[in-house]
C-alpha cells in the first residue's frame, strides 16, 4: 500500500535515508521536548509529512529516487519558483538552461519598467538531467530596484519563464516610529463589548466609539481579536481564532443601521429590520453566554432586506470598483458562501467539494446572485472598518486599530477550497507535548505547503495581509513563530506524534514587512512559547515588535525577571486573552475553574498555594517600587502591576478591558469546548453587571486605570 498522510506505512525504510529525505524537505528528524531529552520522530510520522509534501514513499529504492529528484528539481527550472530580497542586498540567481544555449534575462518592475538583469562570470560544471546536458548561468538582482513585486523573466531558445521578485525593506521602519516613543492602548474582544444599539455582539459601530473613548483618555491604539469570516450562515464557530478565511472578515460585526442604503428602506422592511433589533438587542444587558447563532441570522435577514435597495449611481460605482479590486479572491469567496450556504448544516459536517471548472462555471451563473449578495457584505464590512480607523485618527491615536491575525483556518472553510492548492493535504497544525499536555495540541488547521506557495509567488499570503492591513494602524501576528515552522499533525495521530515543518522565514517576514511598510502599520509577533534564541532577534531586526507577558517573564533562575530587562521593541501586558483577567488570577478564579471542571491534578487548596507563591514574587517587585501599599485592594493592586510595566523599556503597554473594569471570567478555558462558553463570554464588571460601551465612558474605575498607567508613562 502506497503512504499516504491517512494511511502512513509502517516500512522497513532504512531509517538513516528516510531521515535524509526528510531533512532535505526541512522537516525534522527529531525533536527535542520540554524535558530537554531529545528523540528521533518515528519513521511513520516522516513518512506522513512526506506524503503531505507531495512525496510518497514506501521502498529505499523510492527514497533514493526522490533524494535525486529533490537535488535534481532547480536544474529542471529555468527560474527559481520566487526571488524574495531585501532591499540593498546583493543577491545573485540561477538560471538552468541546455548546456551551450544562449539566455536573455530582465525585470520587469511593478509600474512597468524594463530593467536588465546583469550577468555574473561564475562557471557551474554542466551535469545531465533527464538525459540532456543542463548548464546554469548565473545573474544578479539588479541594484536600486524599489520595494514591490516585480516579475523577472527570461527567454532561452523557445523556452520563456517568468517569477516573482519581491524586494523587501530591510527593516520595517514603523518599528522605529513607534519605538521613539512609548504609548498605551487598549485590548479587548469585541464581540464580548456591546452597547444599547448592539444587536447582542459587539460590532463595528461599537469599535468606532471604543477607539473614541480610549483615544480621549490618551490611548495610543485599540487592539481588538481576529475579525475574520466565520460560515456564511448559523451555526457558526465561536471562536475567533477558527475562522473559515483568513482574508475576508465576518459580516456579524456589521452595524446595520449604518449601511447607507438602511435609511432608503420601504416602511414595511424598516419595521421589520427594528423588530429584528430589539430581539436581539435584548442580550446587551445579559451576562450569560452570548450566543452569536440568533443575532447572525437576524442580521442576515436585515441585510438581505438592505441589499435590495436599489443603491445610488456612486454607492454602485463604489461596490463595482471594491470588487474589480479584490479579484477573483473575493469572487472564489462568495461563490463557496453560495454553496456552504445551500448545504443544511444539522444535515452533517460539509465537506469542501471538488469541483469541475464547468461546474463551477454553471454554480456561477446560478448563484449570481447569492455570490453578489455575499460581495457586498464584504463591501459593507470595509467601509465600517474604514469609519472606525477614521475615527481612530480623529481620536488621537497614533496607530490606531491592531488587528490580530489567526494562525489558519478551519479545514472545512473557505480557505481551505479556494486556496487548496497552496495547503497541505492530510495533516494539520499544532504543538508537541508540553507539561500540561502529553498529547501535544492539534489545532485542526492546514498547513501553508512551504513549496506551494514560494511557487505561488506567495501572493496568497500577500492578499490576505492586504486586507486585514488596508484599514488599520498595525496587525498581531499570533504564533508569528510559525513563519518560522509549524508542527505539522498527520491525519490519524495523536499531536505528540507530530514533527516541525520549515519555511522560508525570511520571505515570509519578508512579505509581511513588505505589505506593513506600504499600509504603514506597526507589526507584532506574538512570540512566546518554545523556539530558538535567535529568532527573536532576528524579528528585531527586521522590525517586528514580540510580546512581553508579565507573568511569563523569568530569568534563569525562574525568578521574576525585572521589568528593566524587558525589551524595547514589544507590546508589554500583564495579560492576555489565553488568560484570565487579572481580578481573576489573582482571587484564584482561574483555578476554581479547573476544579468544577475536574481538571486539577492537585487538591485544590494545594493548586492555590502553589499559584498564590507565584503571585507574589511579582507582586514583590510592585512592592519594593512603592506601587503597592500593604492590603491593597483588588483594584489598587491591578493598577500596581500596570504601573510596575510602564517602568520597562517597552514602547507599546496594553491595558486589557477586563482589567479596567473588574471583570473575573476567562475568555477561553483551553481543554474545553461544551463544558465552557469559550469565546462567548460579555463584558462585566467586579459585581457581575454587564458593563456596556456606554458605561466606560462614565466608568471611574476604567478611567483611573487609563490615568494611572497614563501619568507611569510619562
Same mark, same amino acid.
Do not use: K
Given at each position: 500500500m502506497s503512504a499516504t498522510p491517512e494511511h502512513p506505512a509502517t516500512t522497513d525504510l532504512s531509517l538513516d535515508r528516510l531521515q535524509a529525505l526528510a531533512r532535505a524537505w526541512r522537516v525534522d528528524t527529531t525533536v527535542t521536548g520540554f524535558d530537554g531529552v531529545t528523540r528521533d520522530i518515528p519513521a511513520t510520522t516522516l513518512v506522513a509529512v512526506l506524503a503531505a509534501l507531495g512525496v510518497t514513499v514506501d521502498t529505499d529504492a523510492e527514497v533514493d529516487a526522490a533524494l535525486i529528484d529533490r537535488e535534481l528539481a532547480p536544474w529542471r527550472r529555468l527560474l527559481p519558483p520566487v526571488l524574495v530580497v531585501t532591499e540593498g542586498e546583493e543577491r545573485t540567481f540561477p538560471v538552468h538552461l541546455p548546456h551551450g544555449e544562449d539566455v536573455a534575462v530582465w525585470v520587469e518592475t511593478e509600474d512597468g519598467r524594463n530593467v536588465p538583469v546583469p550577468q555574473r562570470d561564475e562557471w557551474a560544471d554542466p551535469r545531465e538531467v533527464d538525459g540532456q546536458l543542463t548548464g546554469r548561468a548565473t545573474f544578479a538582482v539588479p541594484a536600486g530596484l524599489p520595494l514591490g513585486w516585480h516579475t523577472v523573466g527570461a527567454k532561452s531558445g523557445a523556452r520563456l519563464a517568468s517569477c516573482r521578485l519581491?524586494?523587501?525593506?530591510?527593516?520595517?521602519?514603523?518599528?522605529?516610529?513607534?519605538?521613539?516613543?512609548?504609548?498605551?492602548?487598549?485590548?479587548? @474582544?469585541?464581540?464580548?463589548?456591546?452597547?444599547?444599539?448592539?444587536?447582542g455582539v459587539g460590532d463595528l459601530a461599537d469599535l468606532a466609539d471604543l477607539t473614541a473613548i480610549s483615544g480621549q483618555e490618551g490611548a495610543g491604539w485599540l487592539l481588538i481579536n481576529p475579525l475574520h469570516a466565520a460560515e456564511p450562515a448559523p451555526p457558526v464557530e465561536p471562536s475567533p481564532y477558527l475562522p473559515t478565511s483568513r482574508r475576508f472578515f465576518h459580516p456579524l460585526y456589521i452595524r446595520v443601521e449604518n449601511v447607507p442604503e438602511f435609511a432608503y428602506l420601504p416602511a414595511e422592511d424598516?419595521?421589520?429590520v427594528a423588530e429584528l433589533a430589539a430581539r436581539c438587542s435584548a442580550q446587551n444587558t445579559s451576562v450569560e453566554a452570548i450566543d452569536r447563532d440568533p443575532v447572525y441570522a437576524a442580521k442576515l435577514e436585515a441585510l438581505r432586506l438592505v441589499h435590495a435597495v436599489e443603491p445610488s449611481p456612486w454607492?454602485?460605482?463604489?461596490?463595482?470598483?471594491?470588487?474589480?479590486?479584490?479579484?477573483?479572491?473575493?469572487?472564489?469567496?462568495?461563490?463557496?458562501?453560495?454553496?456552504?450556504?445551500?448545504?443544511?448544516?444539522?444535515?452533517?459536517?460539509?465537506?469542501?467539494?471538488?469541483?469541475?471548472?464547468?461546474?463551477?462555471?454553471?454554480?456561477?451563473?446560478?448563484?449570481a446572485d447569492e455570490i453578489d449578495f455575499f460581495c457586498w457584505l464584504q463591501f459593507v464590512c470595509d467601509e465600517q472598518l474604514a469609519a472606525a480607523q477614521r475615527v481612530a485618527a480623529d481620536a488621537g491615536m497614533g496607530v490606531g486599530i491592531l488587528h490580530d491575525l489567526a494562525v489558519g483556518v478551519h479545514r472545512q472553510g473557505s480557505d481551505a477550497w479556494t486556496l487548496r492548492d497552496v495547503l497541505a493535504?492530510?495533516?494539520?497544525?499544532?504543538?508537541?507535548?508540553?507539561?500540561?499536555?502529553?498529547?501535544? @495540541?492539534?489545532?485542526? @488547521?492546514?498547513p501553508w505547503h512551504p513549496e506551494r506557495l514560494a511557487e505561488a509567488g506567495y501572493v496568497p499570503f500577500r492578499d490576505m495581509l492586504r486586507t486585514i492591513l488596508r484599514h488599520a494602524g498595525g496587525i498581531r501576528v499570533d504564533h508569528i513563530l510559525g513563519?518560522?515552522?509549524?508542527?505539522?499533525?498527520?491525519?490519524?495521530?495523536?499531536?505528540?506524534?507530530?514533527?516541525?515543518?520549515?519555511?522560508?522565514?525570511?520571505?515570509?517576514?519578508?512579505?509581511?514587512?513588505?505589505?506593513?511598510?506600504?499600509a504603514g502599520a506597526v507589526v507584532i509577533g506574538e512570540d512566546l512559547g518554545l523556539f530558538e534564541p535567535w529568532v527573536r532577534e532576528y524579528l528585531a531586526d527586521r522590525g517586528i515588535l514580540g510580546t512581553s507577558i508579565l507573568w511569563?517573564?523569568?530569568?534563569?533562575?525562574?525568578?521574576?525577571?525585572?521589568?528593566?530587562?524587558?525589551?524595547?521593541?514589544?507590546?508589554?501586558?500583564?495579560?492576555?486573552?489565553?488568560?484570565?483577567?487579572?481580578?481573576g488570577y489573582l482571587s484564584g478564579e482561574h483555578i476554581r475553574l479547573r476544579e468544577r471542571l475536574g481538571m486539577l491534578d492537585a487538591p485544590l487548596e494545594e493548586e492555590l498555594a502553589a499559584d498564590r507563591r507565584e503571585q507574589r514574587a511579582f507582586?514583590?517587585?510592585?512592592?519594593?517600587?512603592?506601587?503597592?501599599?500593604?492590603?491593597?485592594?483588588?483594584?489598587?493592586?491591578?493598577?500596581?502591576?500596570?504601573?510596575?510595566?510602564?517602568?520597562?523599556?517597552?514602547?507599546?503597554?496594553?491595558?486589557s478591558l477586563v482589567d479596567a473594569v473588574g471583570e473575573k471570567r476567562v475568555q477561553n478555558q483551553p481543554g474545553t469546548t461544551d463544558e465552557y462558553p469559550n469565546w462567548r463570554v460579555p463584558l462585566a464588571d467586579a459585581d457581575g453587571n454587564a458593563v456596556l460601551v456606554e458605561d466606560l465612558a462614565a466608568s471611574r474605575r476604567a478611567r483611573a486605570l487609563f490615568a494611572a498607567v497614563a501619568h507611569a508613562l510619562r
Open positions: 519581491i524586494v523587501t525593506p530591510r527593516r520595517l521602519a514603523t518599528a522605529d516610529v513607534v519605538g521613539a516613543t512609548r504609548q498605551w492602548g487598549l485590548m479587548t @474582544q469585541l464581540y464580548s463589548v456591546r452597547s444599547r444599539r448592539s444587536w424598516r419595521t421589520r454607492r454602485q460605482a463604489a461596490f463595482t470598483a471594491f470588487v474589480r479590486r479584490e479579484g477573483a479572491g473575493l469572487r472564489d469567496f462568495a461563490l463557496w458562501c453560495a454553496l456552504r450556504e445551500r448545504h443544511d448544516p444539522d444535515a452533517g459536517e460539509w465537506v469542501n467539494p471538488d469541483l469541475t471548472d464547468d461546474e463551477i462555471s454553471r454554480y456561477r451563473g446560478e448563484l493535504p492530510g495533516v494539520t497544525v499544532g504543538a508537541p507535548a508540553d507539561m500540561y499536555s502529553a498529547l501535544g @495540541q492539534n489545532w485542526n @488547521q492546514p513563519l518560522f515552522r509549524l508542527w505539522w499533525v498527520p491525519d490519524g495521530t495523536v499531536a505528540a506524534d507530530g514533527t516541525y515543518v520549515g519555511y522560508d522565514h525570511e520571505a515570509l517576514i519578508g512579505v509581511l514587512a513588505l505589505e506593513a511598510q506600504r511569563f517573564e523569568f530569568d534563569e533562575q525562574h525568578d521574576p525577571l525585572p521589568v528593566e530587562q524587558y525589551r524595547r521593541l514589544c507590546l508589554a501586558s500583564v495579560n492576555t486573552h489565553d488568560l484570565p483577567p487579572t481580578a507582586l514583590a517587585l510592585a512592592a519594593e517600587r512603592g506601587l503597592l501599599p500593604e492590603r491593597a485592594d483588588e483594584e489598587r493592586t491591578i493598577a500596581a502591576l500596570y504601573e510596575l510595566l510602564a517602568a520597562s523599556p517597552a514602547c507599546l503597554l496594553g491595558v
